[in-house]
């Protein structure tokens, strides 16, 4: 395992465990950072749009799927 540490902008230290031998330690950090921003929007449209599992497993299902949700909702 591959250890790396990084300071963000308030000073704080972050650790990140990864067996990503061959990625630069600042593609590792901004490969969390993106997965984060995922697991955020994830978190979204299933508390706020009511999304709670996958009807389609391709992108244009997902596309149709959410814009349906957001029109029921703005018509509420």
């Given at each position: 395992?591959?250890?790396?540490?990084?300071?963000?902008?308030?000073?704080?230290?972050?650790?990140?465990?990864?067996?990503?031998?061959?990625?630069?330690?600042?593609?590792?950090?901004?490969?969390y950072?993106?997965?984060?921003?995922?697991?955020?929007?994830?978190?979204?449209?299933?508390?706020?749009?009511?999304?709670?599992?996958?009807?389609?497993?391709?992108?244009n299902?997902?596309?149709?799927?959410?814009?349906?949700?957001?029109?029921?909702?703005?018509?509420?």
């Open positions: 395992m591959r250890l790396i540490k990084i300071r963000n902008k308030a000073g704080d230290e972050i650790w990140f465990l990864t067996n990503l031998f061959e990625m630069p330690a600042y593609e590792v950090t901004q490969a950072r993106r997965r984060w921003d995922i697991e955020v929007f994830f978190k979204f449209i299933k508390q706020n749009l009511g999304y709670k599992h996958f009807l389609s497993h391709t992108i299902g997902m596309k149709v799927y959410i814009y349906m949700i957001c029109f029921v909702i703005s018509c509420l």
